[in-house]
């Protein structure tokens, strides 16, 4: 994570007065990564992550929008439900792409 990290993409998720998360928004090229997506175990399955990550998809992005997510994570769920599609798996992470508009 270390070497990935980037503070000016990253943003603090706060609810409630308290910092709850982070997620990153990375531009590459024509490609925007979305990682470092973390919720406070406690504030997960309520509905927050499904708000944050909505609201930075509705940020105007002119290209493709991409993530990965560990095998066997209940978020990749989130994702989906979201409109992400798998492009490719290898043991450890599952690759995706957000859907294009139809």
Known sequence: MRLSFRPEWTRV????GDEVGSITARPEGSVRWIEHFYLARERQGAGLGG???RAVLAEPWEGTT???VLQGSP???LYE????VMDAEDDVDVFMTLRASQ
């Open 66 to 68: 991409r993530l990965n």
């Open 51 to 53: 708000d944050v990550l």
């Open 13 to 16: 998720i706060v609810e409630g």
């Open 81 to 84: 439900r979201n409109g992400f």
């Open 75 to 77: 978020a990749r769920r």
